[in-house]
């Protein structure tokens, strides 16, 4: 029995694409299997989309670009924006639901929590939709001549979504998009797509015109990469791997699409002799085992002041046993199982690796059996007694594996930090603001958490540096990232 036995969604599990107001089977008839990661049963599956599927979803996003979505005010563009706020919540429910059968998010101890959150980023875009302008330049040409600059949507927009959030992820493609005037072509995770689909018919009650939004499932490789080589495609918006990225970028040669890319980070959360641990040890664990670690800017390499290092160590061990780890929809479970059979093997792998390269497994480190055998649950997993060149320090792992690394001095762990090829998050814990305003300036990082870890805001927005990507998403330089400008010169004619 289901906790949500109303919905409809997923009474007939095998789902389609959603493509131009209407769902549509795909060229091919190829479908994709999906799990639970909880139990590892079969859940749904998906259509296999291919490059003849992206070019029908394309197309329909240009005709709606081109068509009755052009004629929208930024007024309508606001109320539209407004009642797809309203049904996102009404039905969030079902969509946390979704979600958390699809990747084994803890239903009420992380996706319900997060309910307002989602919302107000909704709502966020809506008011965007009224404040997009340009402006009047003085200039110093002969004649009555007026120049101004003028902002106007780009035009298709494709969204690549990574599996470990797609419910919220897609809001920041979707939002913005709306608001702007563009349209969008959706490809979820062939792991994580049932949220999505299910938004987009909540964006057709809403009165979003067919085309405006659609979805194609399917393989990263294939139908993902159609979209991002589409030459009707204005622009890429892409969460997941720095490699994929990367593949992104060279596709998105041919029509020099712009892109904004949230790429993968190994982020560094730094604990001052000095901080409140009280504070630190469960702020630092959670920005580690949050989502069972599958969070791209997860707080995984913990530098420790030697001073309080052995206890903090202890601490956070011991706080990661308190976890409850378990099946996602129960009330009072913290964590939830990873998102499949490969990505546990792989997780285990970086813990395997980290005990040979001679760190000290402090907790957790093994697949949990009994009732949970069938799903792919891991124990929060802490490493002592690790240095900066150690793998496990070194590379992105996507699971609860914290690698805790002593150090002395500011000097020291700011080198230490930044010795890495990722720029994503960081988190500073200290009382003194000194060294937190220093910290805040020479971190390299597109975001610094000071005595927290992880708040995201859509005004404010988050981004990448170093091969942790570029562009912004969330906030204002998002919207206009969906933008292009366009001087005009108007004259008045005269000498």
């Known amino acids: 029995m289901t906790p949500f036995p109303s919905i409809q969604f997923l009474s007939d599990p095998h789902k389609q694409h959603f493509i131009d107001g209407a769902w549509f089977t795909g060229s091919s008839g190829e479908r994709i299997d999906t799990f639970n990661p909880a139990t590892g049963e079969h859940l749904a599956t998906l259509a296999r989309g291919n490059q003849s599927d992206v070019d029908k979803?394309?197309?329909?996003?240009?005709?709606?670009?081109?068509?009755?979505?052009?004629?929208?005010?930024?007024?309508?563009?606001?109320?539209?924006?407004?009642?797809?706020?309203?049904?996102?919540?009404?039905?969030?429910?079902?969509?946390?639901?979704?979600?958390?059968?699809?990747?084994?998010?803890?239903?009420?101890?992380?996706?319900?929590?997060?309910?307002?959150?989602?919302?107000?980023?909704?709502?966020?875009?809506?008011?965007?939709?009224?404040?997009?302008?340009?402006?009047?330049?003085?200039?110093?040409?002969?004649?009555?001549?007026?120049?101004?600059?003028?902002?106007?949507?780009?035009?298709?927009?494709?969204?690549?979504?990574a599996w470990n959030g797609p419910m919220f992820a897609q809001l920041n493609v979707i939002g913005p998009a709306l608001a702007t005037g563009c349209t969008v072509v959706l490809k979820p995770s062939e792991d994580a797509s049932l949220s999505v689909l299910r938004t987009a018919e909540l964006l057709m009650e809403a009165g979003v015109p067919p085309g405006v939004v659609n979805v194609v499932?399917?393989?990263?490789?294939?139908?993902?990469?159609?979209?991002?080589?589409?030459?009707?495609?204005?622009?890429?918006?892409?969460?997941?791997?720095?490699?994929?990225?990367?593949?992104?970028?060279?596709?998105?040669?041919?029509?020099?699409?712009?892109?904004?890319?949230?790429?993968?980070?190994?982020?560094?959360?730094?604990?001052?002799?000095?901080?409140?641990?009280?504070?630190?040890?469960?702020?630092?664990?959670?920005?580690?085992?949050?989502?069972?670690?599958?969070?791209?800017?997860?707080?995984?390499?913990?530098?420790?002041?030697?001073?309080?290092?052995?206890?903090?160590?202890?601490r956070m061990a011991a706080y990661g046993r308190t976890l409850k780890v378990g099946d996602p929809l129960a009330q009072d479970t913290r964590l939830g199982p990873l998102i499949s059979q490969r990505q546990l093997e792989r997780v285990l792998g970086y813990i395997e690796l980290g005990g040979r390269e001679g760190a000290r497994l402090v907790g957790g480190g093994q697949r949990l059996g009994g009732e949970l055998t069938r799903g792919y649950y891991l124990a929060p997993t802490v490493f002592a007694g690790v240095n900066n060149d150690m793998t496990i320090a070194k590379e992105e792992i996507f699971g609860?594996?914290?690698?805790?690394?002593?150090?002395?001095?500011?000097?020291?762990?700011?080198?230490?930090?930044?010795?890495?090829?990722?720029?994503?998050?960081?988190?500073?814990?200290?009382?003194?603001?000194?060294?937190?305003?220093?910290?805040?300036?020479?971190?390299?990082?597109?975001?610094?958490?000071?005595?927290?870890?992880?708040?995201?805001?859509?005004?404010?927005?988050?981004?990448?540096?170093?091969?942790?990507?570029?562009?912004w998403k969330g906030g204002p330089s998002q919207t206009e990232g969906m933008l292009y400008q366009k001087a005009v010169y108007l004259s008045g004619g005269g000498s």
Request: aromatic residues 8%; glycine residues 12%; contains cysteine.
């Open 57 to 161: 979803a394309v197309t329909a996003a240009r005709r709606a670009f081109e068509g009755p979505w052009s004629r929208f005010t930024p007024a309508q563009r606001q109320q539209l924006i407004i009642r797809f706020a309203e049904l996102f919540d009404r039905h969030f429910e079902e969509l946390a639901w979704l979600e958390s059968l699809d990747m084994g998010a803890p239903l009420h101890t992380r996706l319900l929590p997060s309910r307002q959150g989602a919302v107000q980023n909704i709502l966020y875009f809506s008011s965007q939709a009224r404040s997009i302008s340009g402006e009047t330049i003085p200039n110093s040409l002969p004649g009555q001549v007026t120049t101004m600059l003028l902002k106007a949507p780009v035009g298709v927009v494709g969204g690549v979504l």
């Open 217 to 314: 499932t399917g393989l990263g490789s294939e139908a993902g990469a159609a979209l991002a080589s589409h030459p009707g495609v204005n622009r890429i918006s892409f969460t997941g791997s720095t490699q994929t990225g990367r593949a992104i970028i060279s596709a998105s040669a041919g029509n020099m699409k712009r892109l904004q890319l949230e790429l993968g980070g190994k982020s560094p959360d730094i604990v001052f002799a000095d901080a409140d641990l009280e504070a630190a040890v469960p702020g630092v664990s959670m920005g580690v085992f949050n989502n069972s670690g599958q969070i791209c800017f997860a707080g995984t390499r913990v530098f420790v002041q030697r001073g309080v290092h052995d206890e903090f160590v202890e």
């Open 400 to 471: 609860p594996v914290a690698s805790v690394i002593p150090f002395d001095t500011v000097d020291e762990v700011l080198t230490l930090a930044n010795a890495t090829e990722f720029g994503l998050g960081s988190g500073v814990w200290t009382r003194n603001l000194a060294t937190a305003t220093r910290m805040m300036h020479a971190l390299e990082a597109g975001t610094v958490w000071v005595n927290c870890y992880g708040l995201v805001d859509a005004a404010v927005g988050f981004g990448g540096f170093k091969q942790s990507g570029y562009g």
